[in-house]
């Protein structure tokens, strides 16, 4: 059994030294709301105060952050957050791309031991590709997994690093644990007797940064955080090294030596907060150097009488810059009720939501041609309706549809929710298998699938300019199928081969 894929955001802040003993829960929480774009089905905190019995105490249920910590009520969040008061925490909010969405499974996990530096909790971000591996090798030693997520595993595995009679070096710690775990783990981790690690993992594929002021140490996944905590001095923690803090300070230290980056250009793509940045990249600016990009493959002098609408929300900065290199007008033409959550990262009833999330508006797009512009196209279920719903409810005359990234031909086995080749749309035109430059009549047979009158994608070598970065140092393999790890790459093959397997026709699935 495959385990719970989470892409998820952490975080972690410490209250080092000083004649203050500040507690630190509030201002976890509030970060955890920054970061509530990276996960809306539980949240959690774990709390460190050496005066409380439980020097340890953590807090998780299911449900967004405002309901977890009851923010709508001051009353009760006060006592909530008083009664989980600590000189230092480690936060986490979640979202399973499959399984039980159960309050156990909310993150952190915490271990329990008499020894307060085996009593531990931790919190992660990430995927690990080879679970399976992980998982039948603990149970032929006699372990049982009850949860089957990948928490569960990583937390034998770190009580495991923590056998002995001496408090071990966090650093040979996460250097053992790499040299077990395949795929993306950063990791938030606290210990009873007051000891703080934040990791990244070899690869980087996730970001994680960190910064300090006035003896407050706050780590978080994305930069918003810090920024919005005045903390504008903040630092990227580079892939393969980890932070370890305690009362007297803290230290950063490379666990592992440097090896090739594979940063998830997705995050900047789709999943990062508009407002974060990335490895020195502004996501809001790549997100305009997509659009400009996108708008290059257009010629000005045919689309004149074209309105230009973004599929709310990430998408509103491609269109942005899409009209504004073209000269058109950008509308909003299609608009979003915010109360419903982001239906890519919603795995169960994602047509209804996708239903409740947009109205498109008539008296905008009513007998106009339009260009309809998507950051990404993953499965095709939010267009197929968008684009239904502008024809038959809006009246658009024609629906040109523009995706700032190339197609999606591979699961990622790293978080994010594209779990099997089958479920994705553009395999299905390609026999699973990416090509550099699409034919058009296999983008006219994509249109058709999705009711648009014409369909374009964001060419890989115009994404990698973007983006600014090295297309060697990025992780690509949702679009050219080439995985950083070598569980990735065996999982993808496993995959393509189940895709290719007798299977019901899915181009005339998607028409119907």
Known sequence: MEGLKEECGIVAAYQMGGAVARNVAPLVVRALVELQNRGQLSAGLTSYNPKRDRILQTHKEVGTVHEVFRLNNRQRSRKLLDDYAGVAAIGHNRYATSGSEESSLAQPFERVHGRMWKWFAFAFNGNLANYDELKSALEAVGYHITYHTDTEVMMHHINKELQGETLPDFTKVFANLSEEFDGAYNIVFLNAAGDMVAMRD???????????????LVVASESIVLTNL??????????????????????????VPERKRAYCFFEWVYFSNLASNLEGRSVYKVRQAIGEQLAGLENPAKVQDHLVIAVPETAKAVANAFGYHLGLPVVDGLLRNRYVGR??????????????????????????????????????????????????????????????????????????????????????????????????????????????????????????????????????????????????????????????????????????
Do not use: W
């Open 230 to 255: 005045g903390m504008d001095d903040y630092r990227t923690l580079h892939p393969g090294e980890l932070l370890i803090a305690n009362a007297g300070g803290y230290r950063v230290e490379r666990y």
């Open 343 to 512: 239906t890519f990262i919603d795995g169960a009833n994602r047509l209804d939501a996708v239903r409740m999330k947009f109205t498109p508006m008539r008296e905008v797009i009513e007998d106009r041609k339009v260009f309809l512009v998507d950051d990404t196209l993953v499965r095709g279920t939010t267009l197929q309706t968008v684009i239904h719903d502008l024809r038959e409810r809006g009246r658009a005359r024609e629906i040109h549809v523009r995706i700032g990234n190339p197609p999606i031909m591979g699961p990622c086995f790293y978080g994010i929710d594209m779990p099997t080749v089958s479920e994705l749309f553009a395999p299905a035109f390609l026999d699973g298998r990416p090509q550099p430059e699409l034919p058009q009549p296999v983008l006219d047979e994509m249109a058709r699938s999705l009711g648009a009158d014409s369909l374009k994608f964001l060419p890989v070598e115009r994404l990698v300019q973007a983006l600014g970065i090295p297309a060697d140092s990025l992780c690509k393999a949702c679009i050219d199928t080439r995985y950083p790890t070598a569980a990735g790459q065996q999982r993808y093959e496993q995959a393509l081969r189940a895709f290719r397997s007798p299977q019901p026709n899915r181009v005339a699935t998607l028409s119907r």
């Open 202 to 216: 070899p690869l980087g594929i996730k970001p994680l940064c960190y910064a300090v002021h006035d003896d407050l």
